[in-house]
């Protein structure tokens, strides 16, 4: 068991056995969930991506501009294992 001090501004430092084994990093964030009987549950927060994030996450990458056709027969061959060197 690990114990950790509250400091008079009710913050606590984990130890870094501690984050470690909880798979935390600096900077990311802890979830904790409380429980009845004073209990809590602390986890590694799983980050959510919003959509904001993803568009434009390849844009100036390459100069190809891909049909809707080519699209999808790219997408079809990955589907079938056919072209493994781009899926």
Not at 33 to 38: E, W
Not at 58 to 85: D, F, H, P
């Amino acid at each position: 068991m690990t114990l950790l001090t509250v400091t008079s501004r009710g913050q606590v430092t984990f130890r870094k056995q501690v984050l470690k084994h909880l798979g935390v990093k600096p900077g990311e964030k802890i979830e904790l969930d409380l429980m009845p009987n004073g209990r809590g549950m602390l986890k590694a927060a799983q980050p959510v991506g919003k959509i904001g994030g993803f568009i434009g996450l390849l844009a100036g990458r390459t100069k190809k501009v891909a049909t809707i056709e080519e699209i999808g027969e790219a997408a079809a061959q990955c589907w079938a294992g056919k072209n493994e060197n781009h899926c």
